[in-house]
């Protein structure tokens, strides 16, 4: 008998995030599962990881969902799944799953997000990496629709090998009724900032960021295209970031002249 | 008479590091320097940024080391460019410098800096952008083999242009004598995690996070390589994450059947 694949699940929403929840619960009927996740919502956090401060872990009852272990951690996503790794696994996992995140990470997004960077963090590692994300960040969003092709995904990926040096970036649309899913390219994007400057009871001036997401790119092979026309996007993503295309470009400058 | 360039100067390491002193001083050379940096230290921070809590901004007197005016931000690097292009610059930069960090950026190092983080939010807005550091974490390092090159490498961007949607990662060896510079590609590398577990006075178990380095890449063509042999490295870096070349790969997974 085949021994079941061992699937690593975390996010950066927190341990209590109704996303995690229910991708613990579908990952329970694909393999064994260990939840190491936020204490805290950390969302934004990027690739951020704690060097300058402690971590705590806290072991959880995880029977409730199928995990047969969980734990949550004081550190970032990239730290719990650093933890995760070194510390909390007496083996190697078969598969990272990070979310489902409460709010897109499609686009320009994939930088900023904590969801993305434990499921780039596993990869750097060798892992096969997942994150899913549903374009709706309230925290009562509803990932029914979105149930399905996650099982899906996750079969084909335990099956058919992520490539080495890519971790797949999975973005549904907050509809109840999904077309299918497109394999895309990462749309061309930013956030047009708006400070929002208010006054602090003792007098001092702060601000809060806001702002609007800014779509530059027409193309209709964009994870924005198809999650605009109800596909969930899949987006191959790399961590090195050499752009390759440029290094003739700026071996032409004069800089050992 | 043409105006001189707008730079801004931002770090990771915190508006009073000698690394982001020794750049004022060194951009107040080529241009009308404005520096907007995080008033604590904010390395491995990655693409954090924040959206949980407030911003505070405070200004400084910019003019021991030639720069026109510094504000210092209670947020992250990412925060600190969002601030400068949205509240504090009255006109676009036509250059950001991040650095000169202490401690190397190359290889997979990208991913968790805020020095480079930093750089990368100011190309996604479409500033011409560059990050530097030096391969050595200390606050006493010694910057001034590397000064002479941070003027060339930036003249030269300013002159010839970055190619829109990258941003230079450049990182100089700790030496006194550096031999020239490489246009490179990021070393495939992870680091081997190690964390340091502990017992706090009340009896709780904590760790902190150490590892070693570990290069998986013998190229003569990456920065690991450049940086070994006594040159300072160049990657362009990019923040469209697309494997593009896997997408076929993906595309032939059993998704929609």
Known sequence: MTPKPLILVTNDDGITAPGLRLLIRLMSELGDVVVVAPDKPQSAMGHAITINSTLYINQHNGHQDGAMAEYS?????????????????????????????????????????????????AGIEGIPAIGFSLCNFKWEADFSAFAPFITKITKE????????????????????????????????????????????PMGKEYYWLSGEFDLQDKGEDTDEWALSQGYISIVPTQFDLTAHHSIPTINNWELNE
């Open 73 to 121: 951690t004081s550190g970032t996503p990239s730290d719990c799944v650093k933890l995760a790794l070194n510390e909390l696994l007496d083996r190697r996992p078969d598969l990272c799953v990070s979310g489902i995140n409460h709010g897109s990470n499609s686009a320009i997004n994939v930088i900023y997000s904590g969801t993305m960077s434990a499921a780039i963090e």
């Open 157 to 200: 990926a335990l099956e058919k090998k992520i490539p080495p040096g890519v971790v797949l970036n999975v973005n549904a649309p907050n509809i109840s009724e999904i077309k299918g899913i497109k394999v895309c390219r990462q749309a061309k994007s930013n956030w047009k900032e708006k400070f929002d400057k208010r006054t602090n």
